[in-house]
Every structure is written in C-alpha cells, then in structure tokens.
C-alpha cells in the first residue's frame, strides 16, 4: 500500500491538515475523515450535484476531486455558508420559500446557488436554472428553488 | 417555522392560535439548510464498524454451477462472506408471499440479484472485493420484456378482471368503434439517498437496525425471522430519509437484512451502502405496461362500452405487484363513467427486477389508458377532448365504477375542471394554438403546440383491510414540552411537521414545544408502511387521539383544581383557560406532575368502512377520493422531437390542508416526477436482461430547466373533506403525480396536428426518439 499523502488545505476558512490515500475523493475524506457531512453522496459520478462544494472560487463535483488536488487550496461547503448562528441569505430564502423535502440535495443547490450569485448577482431565471440544471432534485419540482434563488439575490443586492 | 409567501393563505384557527391549517417550514428546514440533517450515511461510525457490498453474477438467469469465493475471502481486509448458507433461519426479504431470497442460493432469477455480500473492514475494501468472485453459471436465455413475457413466460399470478355488462357486444353496436395498444414504461425511484441500513448487534440475540425505509415494521419482522429471533429482540429506526417514493416500502429490507446479518456473525456494527449503479440495478421499479384498449362511443363521444387489458412486467417475483395491479383496475376509469366494461389485468412473469411500490402504485398506468383513450376518441371525432372528457365524466345516474362502488365526491371532479378551464383560459389558449398550428405548417416551421387539461380521482386507502391503522405515542413533560412518535416515517413529504402541528393544535401551543422523535418499532409497534399517501391521515388521527386523552386528563384535573366544569377548560395560544382564569400550559403540567396524572398516552387509529373483498369482487376499497386537474401547454420540435412544457396550471383538492406550503410541494414535486415519468425517464434493457441504464448520466430524471417557467399551482380554496379525516384534511402524497398525464396528452395533440384523425401512435415515455417515431408513423399514412 503507497503512503498516505499529507494534505494542507483550507476548509470554510479555517487551515486544515488530513491525511488520505491518491485515490480517496475530496468528498470521502469531507465526509469519512474531516466528518463534514453536509456534502452527500448522490452518484459519485459527477451527475447530481449532490456533492458539490466551491474549490478556489470554483463549483466543483467533490465526488470527481481527488482530495489530494485540495493541497494549497481553499474549498468552501455548506457546513461554512453560515456565520455562526446567521443563516446565509440564500439558506434564509430556502426556508421562506420551503424550497425542500427531503432535503438531501438542499446543501449541494445552497452551494451552486453560491456560486452563481458570487459571479452573477443579478441572474435571470433562465440563468438560474440553466446554472442548477447540474444539481438534481427529486422531490420539490425545482419551482420552489429557482423563486428562492431569485428572491435571495435581489435581496443580496439590496 | 410560519411561512409567509403570497401564492400560501393561512387557514388556521384563531381561536387557537396553533398551527394547524398554516404554512409552515418542515420541522428540519433548518438542519436542511445548515447541511446538519443526519440521515443514516451521516452518522459517525462507532469503531469497529465492518461494511457490506453486495456481489452478482453477470447473468440474469441461469443455474449457478461454481460459486468460487476463495479470492473474495482472501483479499485484504475481508473479515467474512456471506452467502444464503450463513442465513440462520429464513432466507427472504419479501413483503408478501416469500419468494424474495435475501441471497440467492443456487438459481439466479434476474441480473444483478445478490448471490454473497462480502464483509470488510472498510467499504472500499469490500467492494474491490465482491469483484474477485469467480462464477460458473449456465445461461439462459432471459425474458425481458413484457411481450416476451406474455409469450414464453407466462403469468405471475392469476389475472383479474372487474367486468360489467356485455361490452364486446355493447362496443359493435356501436356507432364509432376504436382500438389500439399502446406501451407504459416504467420508472427508477432515484431518491437522492440511496438504499443504506445499519445494524449493531445488541446483548444477547438483540440488533438494532437503522434504515432509511419507509416500512421499519417489516425491516424488524424479516430480521428477526431471519435470524431466527423473536421481533422483540429486533428494533429498526427511521429518523429520516432522502426521498422514498415507494422505493423503500419493500426494497430497503435486504439491505437492512444483510446488515444485520453480518452483525451477528461478526459481532460488530456492520452498515451497507449501496452505490448508484447497483442500487439501480438491484432494486425494483415502477412497472412497465402493456395496453391493449378497445372502446365504442356515439357520434359525441359518450362511451358505451369499453374493454381494457393490462399486462405488466412484474419481473421475477410477486413484491406488491398484486396490489399494484389492482390499483391499476381501480384507476382505470380515471374519473369517467364506462357503461358496460371490462378490465382485465395480467401480471406477467419477467427475468428481471422485482418490480415494487412508486408514488401511485399502479394506479398511474391505468389513469393514462382512459385518458389516452378519451385523446384517441376526440382526434377521431375531430371534436375538443376537453369536451370528449367532460361528456364521459361520472354524473348523476351514471355513476358506478367498474368494481360496482359509487365514488363518492365525484362531482367535484367536474367543478375542479371547469374552473380550471375558465382560470387557465384552456379555450382561447387551444383556438390559438390550432391557429400556431395551422401557420406553422403553411410556413413549413418545425414547431408544434399542444395543450390538454386531465383530471385526477385517486382512491385513499391501502386496498388491504388491515393495513389501514396507525398508531402514535405522546409523552407530555412536567416543563410543558410535548414529545410525539408514531408509526409514520418522514421520506421529505413532510409527514412529522404536519403531525407536530396536529398535536400543537390540540394543546394549543406552539409548534415549537412539539418534538417529534425518530420513528421506532419499540416505540410504536405493528405499523403499516408510510405509504399508499395516507401517512398523515392515519398517523396524524392516531397522534391527535393519544395527545387527546392527555389533554383530556389535563381538563379533568385544572376543572377539579379550579372548581369549574371541565366544559369549561379551553386550550389555546400557549394558555390553559380555565373558566375565567388563565394560566400557562406549563403550570398545568407542572401541577399533573405533582398531582400524579400521567402525561403519556398511546393513541390507534383504524380507518373505518373498509368493505372491499377481493375475492367477490365487492366493497368499498377507497375511503375517500383526492381530486385535481392540471392543464399544460408544450411545444414539440417535429424535426427533432425535442419537447419543451411552456405553462401548466393546477388545480388541486388537499380538503382543508395541514400545511399549504408542503403540500403544494407535494403537488408541485409529483407533477414533476410524472412528468419525468412520461417524457424524459427510459429504462432501457438488453436482450442479456441487463439494465443499460443504471446512473444518472444515462437515467434523466427531470432538472431545473426542464420544468416549466411558467407553473401556477393553486389549492382548491372550499376544500374539505367530507369524510372526517383529521382536521378534514386530504392525502396528497400520490395524486399530483398524475397530474403529469396532461403532459403526454398535451404532446400527443401537438403531433396529432400534423394529420387529420389520426391518433399518433405515441408510447410512454415521450422521449425525442418516441415523438420522432410518432411523427413519422403520422406523416407517412398522411403519404
Ligand atoms: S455525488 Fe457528486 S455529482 Fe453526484
Ligand atoms: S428535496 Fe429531496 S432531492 Fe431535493
């Protein structure tokens, strides 16, 4: 068996240290070994959006990111969109609008969601849901989460 | 949490000042939100937790000669291999009728059956694994599809047939006859979450299971005979799961059995996890049909006679297809009135997945027999099949169904229609759209419009007596807050926030006192799956029984404390009145603390009036019907086949609903999942009986843009159940999927546009390839 490698990284802005093996996914080593479990796995594919995470500015796939590519990088996941008790806009939005069920593929459309108002903060719907169209959800229609997403920028913008 | 949203009225009482009625964020938004909801695969493993991977053989049917594990055994990290051998006591995980093996022993009945589970130290250790087995088996040729079915493999089960009149002969006097068959396919569950059980072995022959299923009942009652253990040494546990669908009523308890399985032998905690791909093939799916229809009707289309044969692909052994089935019998007539009929049904024996429960259970497929039998007799009297429909509906004096009930409320079916055609303009938008139509064709454009409007009656109740009760438990504490179990399981429809609103109501307090607890088999014992759409009807009436006689208990003993008449005693806005004085809840509580009442009280629940009988074909099986309707538009790209929904318009009967914010989720959310359903979702297999589409990359369930832009989804304002159902609510788990059969018979008007009186020969799912052939078959005969 190789060696673990021995990965620096910064996860929701704190410094972080973790050992893993080349072929360990970043979303294995969030979920098994930094045990942040808000990232799900949904098909370990790159097909669902249900791992998705923000790598260096980036929406990425955790589940096709090898943990070892997170050396000297900052990754951002849900478990950090909070600041401490203050929901972030568009996690307050979510919840105005009910814009979940299960709430599986919650955390991976707060993080694409992210990530688009990040770049674009005045998206049209149809930027909306072409954006989400990655992230799959089986429950809520969509509906719920493209209005959620619409309202939380224009609030965001002010 | 209260919702404020402008499409959402708050229908609750200010008298009370609970919740009940209103909209209200699911009781664990906020952990949704924070990404800190713990399902099964998100909890932390105790040390010395082994894993489970299943392996299989790369045929579908065929007797096994070797099963050489030897490599398996000796690869790193393998602590034990399981096969049917090392089952104990009984080697199935069916729900009904016994013939689901756990593990296969020596015959392997479709591709990807579990033949072993491998058991590991690590998950990754066990899967490479399960791929070192060598298996000598001799093939044979698989039945994969339904025809082939019908032709070599014969039935299941006995067919069953609810049959009134003479309809072959009441169908040749008449004067406009028509027959066709058309092709249903069938549908993967894919909840977000993927099938996972834990199991820790407890002191002696006790093991506790945590599982996502939607049936911890029946997870508990297969372990236990499995192990050879009474029920009460098991326990099974649902917090939560990511989405069920019916995909978890009979399919998660294989899984769970193989976890605990592997506990005892190893003595460890053992978890299983099934990854995408295997999880799809593995487990059953909705079932694929085929229609042959025939029909005669008059120069208006009034129906006089119809005649409906079903056959489905049931795959290798019975799961729920019995009553799956029935269900599509039941449905059959959708909300239209069939003077002499017959409705046969044959449930047909494949070499392939079980197939089991999905959001409708049967009852979709036949829906969308009558309703593509009502498309093909307006295409052929060239008349508005939004007429052709309202002329069949049941009315007065025609209102029997083909199993000889009447269904009671029928007429609001109509009501609901016509409103929804006056809302949603359904007239002027078709004369316009026939006017696009008729352009573009003269412009040689590739574009084609469709719009259609379908109603929905769906029949409450599990059609098997006995399942129809629930039961809850509810512990009040001395601090005035409420704990609340029952036998329900939460899968996202939001079941544990409408029963913590129920019980808040009957305390009259906040929302935010009522805790709801994990769903135990210890807590409340002998339930019935969360299924059938009836898990707040019958969990929530329990659950407003048991919370009741505390708060009988409570009245009784602040009348006695006050000296006032128990009449006398209200509860509300967090306040006990009592005659002219007010006090806290919480000082009541206290007070039954100290004066020894008890503060814990089961509650049961059995739907009354269920009379159907199977056997003489006879009764009610259906307590109350949940209706709807839904119009939508769509343009299909004829060059292509491409098909876009541009605007669909609901209107929906929940009765007077607990919470209208999920349950327009739950409208909205189904009418996707049909739509998906009947457009973009093809399971599609091979001749070797392998499912080529087992991930989503192949799999397309609909995504953001698919759905259309435009979606208006309204409750049906008076709505109120008029059986007494809690709080005269309606079930509204099921019925909105089919609402999505507007889609395909909006498409199916739009291909029909190219041709005069020809119904397109249109199979479900309406994918690109499906519309294309349909098109092509269309212009061809127009030559
Ligand atoms: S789990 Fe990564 S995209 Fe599905
Ligand atoms: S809320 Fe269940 S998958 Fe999106």
């Known amino acids: 068996m190789m060696a673990k490698s021995h990965i620096t990284t910064v996860i929701n802005g704190d410094p972080t240290e973790f050992l893993c093996e080349t072929e360990q996914t970043l979303l294995d080593v969030l979920r098994d070994e930094l045990h942040l479990t808000g990232s799900k796995e949904g098909c370990a594919s790159g097909d669902c959006g249900a791992c998705s995470v923000i790598v260096d500015g980036r929406l990425v796939c955790a589940c096709l990111v090898l943990a070892v590519e997170a050396q000297d990088k900052t990754v951002e996941t849900i478990e950090g969109m909070a600041s401490g008790e203050r929901l972030h806009p568009l996690q307050t939005k979510f919840l105005e609008h009910a814009a979940l069920q299960c709430g599986v593929c919650t955390p991976g459309f707060l993080i694409a969601a992210k990530s688009l108002l990040e770049r674009n903060p005045d998206p049209t719907e149809s930027e909306v849901r072409y954006w989400l169209a990655g992230n799959l959800c089986r429950c809520t229609g969509y509906d719920k989460i493209v209005r959620a997403v619409l309202d939380a920028a224009a609030d965001m913008r002010g | ?783």
């Not at chain 2, 098991?234 to 294989?254: D, H, I, L, N, T």
């Not at chain 2, 119009?631 to 876009?644: A, F, L, N, P």
């Not at chain 2, 409750?715 to 008029?722: A, I, M, T, V, W």
């Open chain 2, 1 to 783: 949490m209260p919702i404020t949203n402008d499409r959402i009225e708050d229908r609750s009482d200010p008298d009370v000042g609970a919740s009940v009625g209103r909209a209200m964020a699911h009781d664990s938004a906020v952990a949704h939100v924070r990404g800190t909801a713990v399902y099964v695969d998100d909890l932390p493993e105790p040390k010395g937790t082994v894993h489970v991977v299943p392996g299989y053989a790369d045929i579908a049917r065929g007797r096994i000669d070797t099963l050489d594990l030897e490599a398996v055994r000796n690869a790193p990290g393998v602590l034990d291999v399981l096969t049917a051998s090392s089952i104990p006591e009984v080697n199935d995980c069916s729900p009904v009728f016994g013939d689901d093996p756990i593990l296969a022993a020596d015959e392997v009945s479709f591709h990807g059956q579990p033949l072993f589970a491998v058991v590991a130290e690590t998950r990754d250790q066990a899967r490479r694994a399960a791929r070192l087995a060598r298996i000598e088996a001799e093939a044979i040729r698989p039945i994969v599809a339904v025809d082939e079915g019908i032709e070599n493999g014969g039935d299941l089960m006995p067919s069953y047939t609810f049959e009134r009149g003479n309809p072959a002969l009441s169908i040749k006097a008449c004067e406009h006859r028509l027959e066709g068959r058309f092709r249903i396919g069938g549908q993967e569950h894919f909840y977000l979450e993927g099938q996972v059980a834990i199991a820790f072995p407890g002191e002696g022959d006790a093991m506790r299971i945590l599982s996502s299923t939607q049936h911890p009942t029946e997870i508990q009652h297969l372990v236990a005979a499995m192990l050879g253990v009474p029920d009460a040494a098991v326990v099974c546990e649902c917090r939560r799961m990511g989405g069920g669908f019916g995909g978890k009523e009979s399919q998660a308890a294989q899984w769970a059995c193989l976890a605990a399985l592997a506990a005892r032998r190893t003595g460890r905690p053992a978890k299983i996890r099934l990854d995408r791909d295997d999880d799809m093939r593995m487990t059953g799916k909705r079932h694929d049909f085929r229609v042959d229809w025939r029909c005669g009707f008059d120069h208006e289309g009034l129906l006089a006679g119809v005649d409906l044969a079903f056959s489905s692909r049931c795959g290798y052994s019975a799961d729920l297809s019995m009553a799956v089935n029935d269900r599509t019998m039941f449905h059959a007539d959708n909300a239209y009135f069939y003077p002499e009929c017959r409705i046969l049904s044959r449930r047909i024996r494949t070499d392939t997945v079980s197939n089991t429960a999905f959001r409708g259970f049967g009852g979709p497929q036949g829906m969308l027999a009558a309703e593509r039998m009502m498309d093909a007799i307006a295409i052929h009297l060239d008349r508005d099949p939004f007429e052709v429909r309202m002329r069949n509906l049941y009315a007065p004096g025609r209102d029997i169904t083909p199993f000889g009930m009447e269904p009671q409320g029928y007429r609001l079916v109509r009501r609901i229609m016509q409103r929804l055609a006056r809302t949603g303009e359904y007239a002027k938008r078709r004369r316009a759209i026939a006017r696009f139509n008729v352009a573009a064709a003269e412009g040689a454009g590739h574009l084609r419009k469709g719009i259609s409007l379908t109603p929905v009656k769906f029949g409450i109740s599990f059609t098997l007596k006995h399942l129809n009760q629930a039961g809850a438990l509810v512990n009040v504490f001395g601090d005035g807050s409420v704990q609340v179990n029952h036998g329900g399981t939460e899968m996202g429809q939001g079941l544990h926030t409408k029963i913590t609103q129920v019980v808040a109501e009957e305390f009259g307090v906040d929302i935010g006192r009522v805790r709801i607890t994990a769903t135990r088999t210890d807590k409340v014992p002998n339930t019935s799956a969360t299924a059938a759409s009836v898990g707040s009807d019958l969990n929530g009436m329990a659950a407003s029984r048991a919370a009741g006689v505390i708060r009988r208990r409570l009245a009784r003993l602040a009348a006695r404390l006050f000296q006032v008449r128990e009449r006398q005693v209200s509860f509300a806005y967090g306040q006990v009145r009592v005659g002219e004085e007010s006090i806290p809840f919480e000082r009541l509580t206290q007070l039954a603390v100290e004066e020894r009442v008890s503060l814990s009280a089961t509650g049961h629940y059995a739907t009354p009036g269920m009379t159907w009988d199977r056997e003489t074909v006879s009764g009610n099986p259906f307590y109350y019907y949940a209706m709807g309707a839904a119009c939508s538009e769509v343009s299909v790209d004829i060059t292509t086949g491409e098909m876009r929904i541009d605007r669909v318009d609901i209107l929906h009967d929940v009765g007077r609903s607990l919470n209208p914010a999920i349950d327009i989720g739950q409208i909205e959310g189904g009418f996707v999942q049909g739509a998906g359903w009947l457009t973009t979702e093809e399971l599609a297999f091979d001749e070797q009986g392998r499912l080529r589409t087992h991930a989503p990359s192949t799999y397309k369930i609909p995504t953001c843009s698919d759905v259309p832009a435009d979606f208006r989804v309204s409750l049906f304002e008076q709505g109120r159940n008029r059986m007494p159902t809690i709080h005269r609510s309606k079930a509204v788990g099921e019925p909105p999927l089919m609402l999505a059969i507007s889609v395909f018979s909006a498409i199916t008007h739009a291909i029909a546009s190219l041709s005069s009186r020809r119904l397109p020969p249109l199979d479900a799912p309406a994918t690109p390839e499906a519309i294309l052939r349909a098109v092509a078959a269309l212009r061809s005969e127009a030559g």
